[in-house]
């Protein structure tokens, strides 16, 4: 199950990537907006990530204007490591070494053909772990006020 959200200026690209996951037959439960009017990213990204970290969606997809402003906001929600891509390599890598559990995208930077394949190859890899693990600790480290030098 994935959790999708959006704020007034992801919404077009939202509803493009619902329709990919509705032909790929992968649930999505969709925490809004709901249309264009003005909305701010910061609630769509918590109430997104609240359903990752309870466990209640694997994974997010979140999208905003530019991909930033949302993946700030999921990436201050403890247990999110978000990440904002605009092209198949970064939404590769940061499944395999990053085990990013939430995707920003920004409507106003890609098209939506790119945006497609970015959520494709994201849902698709998984988590190197090894090494990878040791740095995703470390992150967690720091949030949680441990000096690692
Ligand atoms: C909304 O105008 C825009 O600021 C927002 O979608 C996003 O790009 C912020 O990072």
């Known amino acids: 199950m994935i959790a999708i959200g959006s704020d007034h200026a992801g919404f077009p ?4 990537i619902k329709k990919y996951l509705d032909e790929n037959k992968i649930g999505y439960n969709d925490v809004g907006c709901y249309n264009t009017d003005s909305f701010d990213y910061a609630i769509s990204a918590q109430k997104a990530c609240d359903l990752v970290v309870s466990g209640e969606c694997d ?6 204007g530019t991909g930033i402003g949302i993946s700030m906001a999921a990436n201050k929600v403890d247990g999110i490591r978000a990440a904002a891509c605009s092209e198949y390599f970064s ?7 990053n085990d990013a559990n939430c995707l920003c995208m920004g409507a106003r930077v890609i098209g939506v053909g790119e945006a497609l394949e970015i959520v494709d190859v994201f849902l698709n890899t998984g988590f190197e772990g090894g090494r990878h693990q040791r740095r995703i600790d470390q992150i967690m480290d720091i949030q949680n006020g441990k000096k690692l030098y």
């Open 91 to 97: 939404a590769k890598y940061t499944r395999l070494h």
């Open 59 to 64: 994974k997010a997809i979140l999208c905003c």
């Open 13 to 16: 690209l939202k509803e493009e």
